[in-house]
C-alpha cells in the first residue's frame, strides 16, 4: 500500500483523518493490496464481513470518530464524520455498516438522552473497539416503532425483558444493544422506552440468537435477531426518562438520515470511476467508448446527480450544529432525496457498462457489489417512504405560516466555515413552521440582483415560483391528507418541496464559496448542471444536459481521475485509481 503522504488542497482543512485513512487503504485497484478490492470481492462471495478491512479500521480507532471529544473520542463536527465514511463507503459499503454505520445509530440515542454512567460506558466499549447495536426493527410492524411488541416489564426495581427483534446489524457481535421496547399499556407515544443491553451486565434469563438472513447486498454484514426470554437488567439500564424511547429514536433519527445517505455518496462516486475507467479502455463502432455522447451525457448526469447529493446533504448535516431546531426537516428531506437520487445513478451507470456490471470479476467486478450495496439507502434504518411521512405534516405548517425572512448562517454553505460544537440535546422532533433554507430564496434572490446571469435569475425565479405553488397547495390539504393516509398528490406535493430545498442548498452553496480554491465550485457550470438534474431527472422528466455542459463536466471527470481526485464537492485526493 502507497504510504505517500496525501494532502486535500481543495478541501481547505477539512476531516484530515479522511486523508490518513486513505492513505492507509491504498491503492484498491493494486492485486497486491491486502485491503484492496480484490479481497473485498473475495469476502463477498464468502457472505463475511471483511477481516483484513477490520483489523484496519480497529488500528486506525474508528470507533472513535462516533464518540463526542467529551467522551475521549473525535466527534466534534459531524461533516468531518462524513468525510471521515465516506474513505470506508468508497472501498466497501460492507464495512461501511457492518463495522461503523451500525455502531453510529445506536450510540445517537445514548448521546441525546442517556445519563453520564451510560454515555460513558457506551464511549468505553467503542473506544475499545468493541460494537454497539441498534435493535429497533420487528419485522410485524416494519417502521411503526409504535406497533413495538417487545416488553420490559418492571420487575423488582429493574427491568425483564421479553420479546423478539429482528434484522438487527451485529446484534450478536454486539457488546450492547440500545434496545426499543414497550414498556407501557396502550398506544400512546409515552408507552415506549429505550433501555441500554449491557452484555455484561445482564442479571438473568437469556438471549437467544435467532438465524442470520443472507441477502442480496451488503453480504457480510450479520443480520440477525434475538429472543429475550425473561431477560433482567438493572434500573440503570433505563436510556433518559420511561416513556421517552420514541422521542428519543425520533431526534437521534435526525442525525442518522442525514449523515448515512451523505456517507453513501462515496458509493456513486466508486461506481461513477467505475464506469470511466471502463468506457476509456474500450472502443465500438471504431470510436472509444467514452467519445459517443450518450455515454458522456449520462456520465455527465451522474456526476451532476453527485454534486447536487453532496451540497444538499452537506447543509443538512452542518444544520445539526448550527439550526439543530429544524434540522429534522432537512435530515428527512436528504434521507428521501439523496437515497433515491443515489439508486437512480448508478443504476443508469449500469446501462452504461452493458453486461460488464454483471461480472462478479474482472477489471470493473467492484461495480456489481457497489450496485448491490447500495440498494439499501432507500429503505435502511428509515425508509424513505416514512421520511415523506415526517415532512408532510410539517408541511403542512409550514404552508401556514409565513417565511420568516431571517437569513441563515453563512457557516451551513462555506466549506471552510468553522462550527459550533454539536448539542444532540438541542434536537427537536418538529421544525415548528420553520424553514430558514426555502426563506433564504428571497434573500438570494437580492443578493444576486445585479450579477447578470440570466440562466441563474431564471433558475432562481422558478424556485421560488414552485415554493409558492408548493405552500398554496399544501395550505389547502386537509387534515387527513397530513398523516399517513395521504392520497399520492399529498406525498406528491412532499417530493416537490423537497427539490426546492435541493435546488436552494446547491445556489447557496455555489454563491458561498465562488472565492474559494477550487475554480471548478467557483465557475456556475456544476450549479447548472445540478438545477436541471434536480428539475427534470430527478422529478421523473428525463432530459439531457446542453452538450457544451456535457463536454465540460466530462472533462472535469477526466481530469479528477488523472489526478486521484474524488468526484464529490471537494475532489478529496484518493490513494489510487
Wanted: net charge neutral.
Amino acid at each position: 500500500m502507497s504510504q505517500d503522504t496525501v494532502t486535500t488542497p481543495h478541501a481547505p482543512g477539512r476531516a484530515p483523518r479522511a486523508d490518513t485513512l486513505e492513505r492507509l487503504f491504498g491503492d484498491p485497484r493494486d492485486p497486491a493490496n491486502p485491503v484492496g478490492h480484490a479481497p473485498i470481492l473475495a469476502a463477498d462471495d464468502r457472505a463475511e464481513m471483511f477481516a483484513e478491512g477490520e483489523a484496519l479500521l480497529d488500528g486506525f480507532g474508528l470507533n472513535a470518530e462516533f464518540v463526542p471529544t467529551r467522551y475521549g473520542g473525535r466527534l466534534d463536527r459531524l461533516d468531518d464524520l462524513v468525510e471521515v465514511m465516506r474513505a470506508v463507503y468508497r472501498r466497501d459499503p460492507s464495512l461501511g455498516l457492518g463495522y461503523g454505520a451500525s455502531s453510529l445509530i445506536s450510540s445517537v440515542n445514548v448521546w441525546t438522552s442517556a445519563d453520564e454512567e451510560q454515555s460513558r460506558r457506551v464511549a468505553d466499549i467503542l473506544l475499545g473497539n468493541g460494537k454497539i447495536a441498534a435493535a429497533y426493527h420487528e419485522l410485524a410492524h416494519g417502521n411503526d416503532m409504535s406497533g413495538t411488541e417487545m416488553n420490559a416489564a418492571s420487575v423488582d426495581g429493574g427491568w425483564c425483558l421479553n420479546g423478539r427483534k429482528e434484522v438487527v446489524t451485529n446484534i450478536r457481535r454486539a457488546d450492547a444493544l440500545v434496545l426499543f421496547t414497550r414498556t407501557g399499556p396502550g398506544e400512546g407515544s409515552r408507552n415506549h422506552s429505550q433501555l441500554l443491553v449491557d452484555k455484561e451486565r445482564v442479571l438473568g434469563g437469556g438471549i437467544r440468537y435467532l438465524p442470520r438472513y443472507g441477502t442480496v447486498g451488503l453480504r457480510g454484514v450479520q443480520l440477525a435477531g434475538a429472543a429475550f426470554e425473561d431477560c433482567r437488567l438493572g434500573p440503570e439500564a433505563l436510556i433518559g426518562r420511561q416513556g421517552h424511547g420514541l422521542e428519543t429514536a425520533m431526534r437521534s433519527f435526525q442525525v442518522t438520515r442525514a449523515t448515512l445517505p451523505a456517507m453513501m455518496t462515496a458509493i456513486l462516486d466508486s461506481a461513477l470511476r467505475a464506469t470511466l475507467l471502463h468506457v476509456g479502455s474500450r472502443s465500438l463502432y471504431g470510436r472509444r467508448v467514452g467519445d459517443l455522447p450518450q455515454v458522456r451525457a449520462q456520465l455527465a448526469g451522474a456526476f451532476a446527480d453527485l454534486l447536487a447529493c453532496e451540497a444538499f446533504s452537506m447543509v443538512a448535516v452542518r444544520a445539526l450544529h448550527l439550526l439543530p431546531e429544524v434540522a429534522g426537516l432537512y435530515a428527512a428531506s436528504v434521507k428521501y432525496a439523496v437515497a433515491g437520487a443515489l439508486l437512480r445513478a448508478v443504476d443508469r451507470l449500469s446501462g452504461v457498462l452493458g453486461a460488464e456490471f454483471f461480472h462478479r470479476d474482472g477489471e470493473q467486478a467492484i461495480f456489481q457489489k457497489l450496485l448491490r450495496d447500495l440498494k439499501p439507502v432507500g429503505f435502511g434504518h428509515a425508509a424513505r417512504a416514512a421520511c415523506q411521512t415526517t415532512i408532510l405534516p410539517q408541511l403542512g405548517i409550514l404552508a401556514r405560516r409565513p417565511l420568516n425572512p431571517a437569513a441563515p448562517p453563512e457557516a451551513l454553505f462555506r466549506i471552510d466555515a468553522d462550527l459550533p460544537e454539536m448539542s444532540f440535546g438541542a434536537l427537536r422532533i418538529s421544525s415548528g413552521g420553520r424553514d430558514p433554507l426555502a426563506a433564504a430564496l428571497e434573500e438570494l434572490a437580492e443578493q444576486t440582483a445585479g450579477h447578470g446571469d440570466t440562466r441563474l435569475a431564471a433558475d432562481l425565479d422558478g424556485l421560488r415560483s414552485e415554493l409558492a405553488a408548493v405552500r398554496t397547495a399544501a395550505a389547502a390539504l386537509a387534515p387527513r391528507e397530513l398523516t399517513f393516509t395521504a392520497t399520492a398528490d399529498a406525498y406528491d406535493l412532499v417530493e416537490r418541496y423537497v427539490h426546492v430545498l435541493v435546488g436552494t442548498a446547491c445556489l447557496h452553496v455555489w454563491w458561498h464559496n465562488r472565492d474559494g480554491s477550487d475554480a471548478f465550485l467557483a465557475e456556475p457550470l456544476w450549479l447548472r448542471a445540478a438545477l436541471a438534474r434536480v428539475r427534470t431527472v430527478w422529478s421523473g422528466r428525463p432530459t439531457p444536459l446542453p452538450p457544451a455542459e456535457v463536454d465540460a463536466l466530462y472533462a472535469q471527470l477526466q481530469l479528477r481521475l488523472a489526478e486521484q481526485r474524488s468526484f464529490g464537492l471537494l475532489g478529496r485526493r484518493l490513494s489510487g485509481t
